[in-house]
């Protein structure tokens, strides 16, 4: 009897010479080469695959009368209805280039689908800025306290995440976030990016991605640049308030199988504060690309950002309303800083067979980070001042290798893929201190000095296995860490070490009861770590403070040019330790749960005419506090963004876009509030032969509005007693900057 079921278990996972198969190449119509990543799609069965690097394809499980849909952003739908001559036999496929339209995505059985549709948000009304990359992330809210040069602010799903705690953002590969950093944990700064090199967004909110490890609690974004480019661009941007962007991507190889491009981008601006920035923002990024459109590909990127500013920091509500400055003004304009990060990585596909692949990357990144604030005035030291230094120096080194194998099942209502991901990260940190300094030139005093050493190896898998309607996807990760912290403050050697293992499993559900329909159940454990000085200090204690997610929802598409997505979800993080960079302590938090809902709708009105919206709204407590005292600081609660972009309407393409979040509470009980806003932006674009002369308007009804707003104690030089309230960023007032480009 166990022979028998052997056999058959076997037979299940094994090809068969009785199934039918399509396979095939698909090519530009445009210049004939090979498209990769094209979306093959049994509209019969469900069943669907990606072509390769080479173009190529295969489907099993097909039959005659079968509808299979080739789909891409940026080319026309092509669909093909099999007869007996394309099975089992090579066919050629050849698509044509089109604006990207809701109509060119289809839903089909991936855990992070949502990604497919927001990246028709970005491909019809690209960023204009670095800051406006994440704004892409349906839910997520960003915001500048620093002049500009310093990593945004970002809320999402209830979190204020800081600079990065909670959210896992990567590019090409490549982490952003920074561990054990100067300023904060997961501190992400994405200015190295030049947007106009962006070639999609992949995202996902919650917990439930194997591949994803650190401060993958609410979400993730990956971002991949674009491997080549098709024209020279050449673009200027000037405007209000001494401001100028210049912008160039330039091709220096384009061959048969090779290709390499240049992108450089300079920014200055004085900023809209009565003390100006003085900011300045260099990037630089090479990329050559190897195709040999058979069996692999091979990327490799070199880039290089540095960045220096001015900033007028927080001020105190009160300074404003009693007259000693204005919105714009400034307690202490001596704030500002500096920083640079440059980066070598590559990426490497090798496709072994037609059902398997290993998938290669790594980069090495050296980064510093000097920052100068003052939160406070003169709460510390009523003489000098309570400004800060905060001071890094970093190498990171890290790789990773995927192998993905899929299996031609007997069962035509089957498919079946696993993957198996091994990798490392090491963080080689220097010098890494807060320190109390006067007017940036003089030492008062070093509150924390050390050097951080910090590793992470991680394995994962996960397997998706898809039966009729259903998709299976349990997936498991296991990261192992290592932190060593050497206190230089201690006039004996002093160095800590601590390490720790995590295993976390995720188990997703997928039911595709059409295919316009799909309906999901999301569940997974997350983590992300703690600074290594709390891990040192703490003994080891709440090394890897743990969230677990649950995501139930939908994503329908009534109409080829209307999609509607929805979910409610639940999160919960365990108790952690927080180290506050600001003030060189460890301040502890208890447990906190979170509820939601999220809603999504993007509309292609007409061929020229397109719509997006998300609305989200959040419960957010502390669970071991009281009631009335259990207010999460500065969890947003309601959340919108959304707007119109139209294009090839004559000549002119262009958006209106809208950005919204609700009063939110700055403190434990809510005797503080955060004022919300709604902002609305809008730009428009002319284009005539090669040339685009455009208009970019930053709050177009010159709203007031703070940017971001803590609640803060403080104390000002004339008073005898500090005070406690909100200190805030004024967001830009109108802003009016104008564009010219050329493609050649």
């Keep these: 009897m166990k022979k028998y079921i052997i056999f058959y278990v076997l037979l299940a996972v094994v090809s068969s010479v009785n199934a039918h198969e399509l396979n095939g190449i698909v090519t530009s119509e445009e210049n004939s080469k090979p498209i990769q990543g094209v979306g093959v799609y049994n509209k019969n069965t469900g069943s669907y695959t990606y072509t390769n690097v080479s173009g190529y394809f295969k489907i099993t499980d097909v039959s005659v009368g079968d509808v299979i849909y080739f789909n891409q952003l940026g080319y026309e739908n092509y669909e093909l209805t099999v007869n007996e001559s394309h099975l089992d036999n090579s066919i050629e496929i050849t ?64 979190f204020d995440i800081d600079h990065g705690t909670d959210i896992t953002i990567g590019v090409d590969g490549m982490p952003v976030n920074m561990v054990s950093h100067a300023h904060g944990q997961g501190y992400a700064d994405m200015h190295f990016i030049i947007p106009e090199t962006i070639d999609y967004l992949d995202f996902g909110k919650g917990s439930y991605y194997a591949d994803k490890g650190n401060f993958n609690t609410a979400g993730y974004v990956d971002i991949q640049t674009k491997k080549t480019i098709d024209d020279n661009v050449i673009s200027v941007e000037a405007g209000q308030f001494n401001t100028v962007r210049a912008m160039s991507m330039l091709k220096i190889l384009d061959g048969k199988n090779s290709n390499a491009y240049v992108a450089s981008e300079m920014n200055l601006t004085d900023g809209v504060f009565e003390s100006p920035q003085n900011f300045n923002r260099l990037n630089i990024m090479g990329r050559y690309n190897y195709n040999n459109f058979k069996d692999q590909e091979f990327s490799l990127s070199l880039s290089h950002f540095q960045s220096k500013w001015d900033a007028s920091g927080q001020i105190p509500q009160r300074a404003v309303d009693q007259g000693l400055i204005g919105r714009f003004g400034a307690i202490d304009d001596t704030e500002g800083g ?112 050390g050097n951080v050493d910090e590793l992470n190896a991680f394995s994962f898998a996960d397997l998706n296995y898809k039966v009729d309607k259903w998709t299976f996807n349990p997936g498991i990760r296991l990261d192992y860490f290592t932190f060593d912290y ?98 060189a302590i460890v ?158």
């Design 95 to 158: 698509m044509k280039i089109s604006s990207a339209s809701l109509d060119q995505v289809l839903i089909v059985s991936k855990v992070n689908v949502l990604s497919n549709f927001v990246n028709v948000d970005l491909k019809t009304n690209p960023v204009k800025s670095s800051q406006e990359i994440l704004r892409k992330i349906p839910g997520l809210i960003i915001g500048q306290h620093a002049g500009g040069g310093k990593a945004e602010q970002i809320f999402l799903r209830g």
């Design 338 to 449: 500096n920083t640079s990060r440059t980066n070598i990585w590559l990426n490497h596909v090798k496709h072994l067979d037609e059902y398997s692949s290993i998938e290669s990357s790594a980069y090495i990144t050296q980064y510093d980070f000097e920052l100068f604030s003052n939160f406070t005035f003169f709460l510390e030291d009523p003489v000098n001042a309570d400004q800060i230094r905060q001071y890094e120096d970093r190498t990171i080194i890290g790789a990773k290798s995927v192998y993905q194998k899929s299996f031609r099942l007997i069962n035509e209502n089957q498919q079946l893929k696993y993957r198996i991901g091994i990798g490392f990260r090491y963080d080689d940190v220097n010098d890494v201190q807060l320190s109390r300094t006067k007017n940036r030139k003089e030492l008062l005093e070093r509150l924390a000095f």
């Design 486 to 583: 050497e206190d230089l403050l201690s006039e004996t050697y002093d160095s800590k070490s601590e390490n720790k293992v995590l295993l976390s499993p995720k188990l997703n559900f997928i039911y595709a009861a059409s295919a316009q329909t799909q309906f999901f159940l999301k569940t997974g454990l997350g983590y992300h770590s703690n600074d290594t000085r709390v891990v040192t200090a703490k003994n080891g204690e709440q090394i890897l403070p743990t969230a677990f997610s649950t995501d139930l929802g939908t994503v329908l598409k009534p109409t080829s040019r209307l999609a509607i997505n929805a979910s409610l979800w639940s999160l919960f993080l365990q108790q952690e330790f927080v180290y506050v960079g600001d003030a």
């Design 587 to 744: 301040e502890p938090s208890g447990k906190t749960a979170r509820y939601g809902v999220d809603f999504g709708l993007r509309y292609q009105i007409a061929d020229w005419l397109y719509f997006n919206t998300d609305i989200n709204y959040t419960y957010a407590r502390s669970t071991e506090a009281s009631n009335g005292q259990d207010y999460i600081p500065l969890a947003p609660d309601v959340t919108s963004a959304g707007g119109f972009s139209f294009r090839d309407l004559g000549k002119f393409s262009g958006g209106l876009t809208y950005r919204y979040i609700k009063d939110r509470p700055a403190n434990e009980d809510n005797s503080i509030v955060a004022e919300g806003y709604f902002i609305t932006d809008f730009n428009i674009n002319y284009n005539y032969n090669n040339w685009t002369f455009g208009v970019i308007i930053e709050n177009l009804f010159n709203s007031e509005w703070n940017e971001t707003q803590f609640a803060t104690e403080s104390r000002l030089f004339n008073e005898a007693n500090s005070v406690e309230e909100i200190h805030f960023t004024p967001g830009a007032p109108f802003f009016l900057r104008a564009k010219i480009s050329v493609r050649f």
